[in-house]
């Protein structure tokens, strides 16, 4: 890595909100997917139970997949299951302290959260992204029906690919969000992807979040 490169990347870390910051505003669920429209007959899938992930609390793995990548920008997220290929936007947080959303008005659009680890670091990344919009489905539409095995390609401003296997899809309350276990480091990278879900009232909006977990099993 040259000179100007690590100078970039260390001043991309000054910026990341630290992981104290992070928790203060994960563990109440997230605010930026609120704003969904719900406004179809049709509402999104949502997350099959056997889909779930198997533990409850973030347990620590045994490296297996493949070395940790250093931090980079995030450039596309590829979901083929669901047809999503979308750019990716860093986002971090507006001026009441939630985690910022991208812009409603481009439905093919996700967020990848610069206060957490990059996709392919050790940890928890995290990628957002609207459910839908006014006009009709955006990006993360059918997040709730991927299934366990199926993968999710992050390509990352450095040129790789990190690839990630699902291992659990599940709606969570945003009044009972279990931050720890969705955001929890298991001592591996990790990639949560993250829209709205569950019920819908065009007083609160949607009324959960549909999370899918998963784990850096490839880079190309």
Known sequence: MSASELA???????????WGVLALVLLTGLALIRNGSGEFDVGPPQPATAAAAESSAPAKVRPSGPAPLPFSEVDRISIPAIQVDAPVMPVGLDMAGWVDAPPPED??????????????????????????NKQGPAVFYGLGS?????????????????????????????NNFPGDRVYGDTGVPELRVITCGGGFSQQNGYDGNVVVFSRLIEVR
């Open 8 to 18: 970039e990347e260390e001043e991309w870390q000054r910026k990341r909100a630290p």
């Open 146 to 174: 991927l299934q366990k095995g199926q993968r999710v390609e992050v390509m990352r401003k450095d040129g790789k690919l990190a690839v990630f296997e699902i291992y659990g899809i599940e709606v969570f309350e945003k």
């Open 107 to 132: 439905p093919n659009l996700a967020g990848w959260f610069t206060g957490a680890v990059s996709p392919g670091e050790k940890g928890t990344a995290v990628v957002v992204g609207h459910v839908d």
